[in-house]
């Protein structure tokens, strides 16, 4: 069982940057894949990033290639999403996952789900 709780939300003007974390509990954060989706109001949950269990590969949606960076601490069960330069369209609710295949990008392979924390850019 991996319990994860994000952190680091907040509202941010157009061009500034946050740093989201998710701290997981249980002994077997490092056997997982790690990934962050985003859901909008009326839009679906879509894949922003993934990170291998060894931080060796990672992978970004197009929409956010060389914005922001995933990372990930085994030692400190935790995984990081560093966003830059943030556009009104990052505007979502920000869900830290675990599980999957580092080339999948559904969310019907997510073994366990964060709760979420909110991201606002303002224009």
């Known amino acids: 069982q991996v319990q994860l709780v994000e952190s680091g939300g907040g509202l941010v003007q157009a061009g500034g940057s946050l740093r989201l974390s998710c701290a997981a509990s249980?002994?077997?954060?490092?056997?997982?894949?790690m990934k962050w989706f985003r859901q909008a109001p009326g839009k679906e949950r879509d894949l922003v990033a993934a990170?291998?269990?060894?931080?060796?590969?990672?992978q970004y949606a197009e929409s956010v290639k060389g914005r922001f960076t995933i990372s990930r601490d085994n030692a400190k069960n935790t995984v990081y999403l560093q966003m830059n330069s943030l556009k009104p369209e990052d505007t979502a609710v920000y869900y830290c996952?675990?599980?999957?295949?580092?080339?999948?990008?559904?969310?019907?392979?997510?073994?366990?789900w964060g709760q979420g924390t909110q991201v606002t850019v303002s224009s």
């Open positions: 996952a675990a599980g999957g295949d580092i080339y999948d990008s559904g969310s019907r392979t997510i073994a366990y």
């Open positions: 990170i291998s269990r060894s931080r060796g590969n990672t």
């Open positions: 249980g002994r077997t954060f490092s056997n997982y894949v």
